[in-house]
């Protein structure tokens, strides 16, 4: 069973979830003009794009029975690039400065790539004059460093090694977070969500139970059920990474207003979350 709730029930706690991770989207804006730390703001532009694809998951969730395995794809980005920032806000000096030179060794390889919109003659004509393009910016000290890095020969080369578990590892070891957030989000949606991105049978249909053995389709409102319950709780999930973001941000910035905000809802949030999942301490109160 998916649930014992009925389904208006379910319908309730789904619009309160929307809320809450609504509400942590706009605090999420409020907090970046406020960042001042150098290694953190330089990240912050991850933060932007959080709350882009958080805005579009919040349209994805009023369209439950059309969206739902676009959502969790986009819960995998959105959770993969919070937890970049928060990792970039605390991982060693090699790191940090592999995140800053990634772009610059992709830019080198840019100038000299071919577009499907690109006239192909002219392209073909103009080879030389982009692999002296190509040269000159190499000549620029950071390119350079970026190439030593990376590669001057592979054009596709990730920014870093560390997968996204060696990642969270990172976090837990700083201490200061509530880690385990970032290992339930990885654990939920990580591996379904990926196989929805890489169009596989059991991506496209994940969501909706049809490989599921414990999904009852004969059940009536089963399935609406599990669409909101699941709905629920990814924007429950996701909410609570981004206070996670303002925990890191506390530490080097004055934004105790906002956190002091968001750390409430978010233990509404996990009471919330306890309820949707009928879990038995779902009574206790977190402040």
């Known amino acids: 069973m998916v649930s014992t709730y009925t389904l208006d029930d379910l319908k309730n706690y789904h619009h309160e979830a929307i809320s809450f991770f609504g509400s942590e989207l706009m605090l999420l804006k409020e907090v970046i003009p406020k960042i001042k730390n150098e290694r953190i703001a330089k990240a912050g532009v991850l933060l932007i794009s959080c709350g882009q694809t958080g805005a579009a998951l919040l349209q994805l969730a009023s369209q439950t029975d059309s969206f739902t395995t676009q959502a969790g794809m986009l819960a995998r980005a959105f959770m993969e690039t919070i937890t970049n920032f928060c990792y970039v806000g605390v991982c060693d000096e090699h790191e940090y400065r592999a995140f800053i030179l990634h772009p610059i060794y992709k830019q080198y390889h840019n100038i000299d790539s071919y577009r499907i919109a690109d006239d192909l003659d002219l392209y073909i004509q103009n080879i030389s004059a982009r692999k002296d393009k190509q040269s000159k910016f190499k000549e620029i ?23 996204l578990y060696q990642r969270i590892g990172v976090l837990k070891e700083w201490g200061k977070f509530m880690d385990a957030f970032f290992t339930i989000n990885k654990i939920q949606y990580y591996s379904d969500a990926s196989e929805a991105l890489h169009g596989s ?84 109160t977190f402040q």
């Not at 970026?146 to 560390?162: D, G, I, M, R, Y």
Request: with cysteine; glycine share 4%.
């Open 141 to 163: 000290p950071i390119v350079k460093e970026a190439l030593e890095v990376f590669s001057e020969t592979k054009p596709n080369l990730n920014w870093t090694k560390k997968t």
């Open 201 to 284: 049978l059991y991506g496209c249909t994940y969501q909706v139970g049809t490989f599921d053995p414990e999904f009852d389709f004969s059940k009536k409102d089963e399935l609406e059920k599990k669409l909101y319950k699941e709905s629920s709780c990814i924007l429950l999930h996701l909410g609570m990474l981004i206070h996670e973001s303002f925990t890191l941000i506390s530490y080097s910035d004055d934004i105790k207003d906002i956190w002091d905000y968001s750390y409430k809802n978010r233990g509404q949030a996990l009471n919330l979350l306890f309820r949707v999942l009928e879990k038995k301490d779902s009574k206790t």
